[in-house]
């Protein structure tokens, strides 16, 4: 049988709704082999879910870097998976920290909005619904379901709330810094959900090219916010680009409705991530 893979999940350290440590132990009862611990912006999930490990599943460590494209106006975001980067390599580590603290900034602005137009959510209690970790729109979107304002996390993300009206942009990392970055961390960088137009304005594959050209090592094609005709256009552009290809599940616990393993990434992919990474080692528990 061949190795499920799973290179895209987050826990509380983030967005999700499972510590790491709860994370790691669905990963194993949800059969996979492989998973990567992937929180937006932090690698606090990582000592965690180490110690969690159980028999039989292999860690890989990583994160979900926030991002933005200024080649167009206004700036394009985007999301870039990181594995195996050392944490402790100073410059990246600042810029997570510096990302993290505008986020908090970005959600206490977002809360003030929805204030000034009388709905009644409260900073505080969002802050602490996220616990100490990387704080997001998710969380707000919370607060406005427990206000009794939307049913779904979904509903929260629609034009009338956190998805537009308010919707406000965060202070992400210039993409090609990014790159850099976990380049020089020993990591290796994969554009994650590049064509999800879903979510919002994609960027061109010109941008993919130049991208490829500065460091980037991979393209996630198979993601449940791309079409079959997408998941295909990314998987053209990764041969002709020579980028390798991986699919995963984006799991964020029941801030989604997405299953741990609902896609997976190939051996191959996979080796060839853990053979160019120089920072951290996937942990096997022994
Ligand atoms: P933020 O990082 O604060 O801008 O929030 C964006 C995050 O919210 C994404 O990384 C997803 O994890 C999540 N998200 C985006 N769109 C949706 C959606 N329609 N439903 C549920 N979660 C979403
Ligand atoms: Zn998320
Ligand atoms: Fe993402
Ligand atoms: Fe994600």
């Known amino acids: 049988m061949s ?3 799973d290179l895209h999940t987050h826990s509380t350290a983030s967005d999700g709704t499972l510590g790491p440590a709860e994370l790691v132990r669905a990963a194993a009862d949800a059969g996979l ?16 879910a180490v110690a969690a490990l159980p028999t039989g599943l292999t860690l890989v460590r ?26 402790t390599e100073p410059e990246l580590a600042a810029e997570l920290a510096r990302v993290r603290r505008a986020r908090e900034e970005r959600g206490e602005r977002i809360v003030r909005l929805l204030q000034a137009d009388g709905i009644r959510v409260s900073w505080s209690e969002i802050l602490a619904g996220a616990a100490g970790g990387t704080v997001g729109r998710p969380h707000i979107a919370q ?4 206000a009794g304002l939307v049913a779904t996390t979904t509903e929260a993300f629609g034009p009338r709330w956190l ?5 406000l942009p965060k202070e992400d990392i210039d993409v090609f810094r990014a790159v850099a970055l976990v380049r020089a961390a020993g990591g290796v960088p994969v554009f994650a959900h590049p064509r999800a137009s879903r979510r919002g304005r994609i960027v061109p594959d010109e941008l993919i090219v130049e991208l490829a050209a500065a460091g980037l090592a991979g393209l996630e094609a198979d993601h449940e916010d791309h079409s079959p005709a997408e998941r295909e256009h990314v998987r053209a552009l990764a041969a002709e680009l020579g980028l390798l290809v991986t699919g995963s599940s984006d799991f964020h616990g ?21 053979a160019l990474a120089r920072g951290v080692t996937p942990v096997a528990s022994g």
Not at 143 to 146: T, Y
Not at 163 to 167: H, Q, S, V
């Open 62 to 87: 990583g994160a979900e870097l926030s991002c933005r494209w200024f080649g167009v106006e206004p700036a394009i975001p985007l999301h870039l998976l990181a594995y195996l980067f050392d944490p």
């Open 3 to 5: 190795a499920r893979i």
């Open 143 to 146: 607060a406005l379901i427990r």
């Open 33 to 48: 082999d492989v998973v990567a611990l992937t929180d937006h912006d932090t690698t606090a999930g990582w000592e965690p």
């Open 163 to 167: 998805g537009e009206r308010y919707r």
């Open 254 to 274: 029941t801030h989604k409705t997405v299953r741990l393993g609902a896609f997976t990434t190939g051996a191959e992919a996979y080796e060839r991530i853990v």
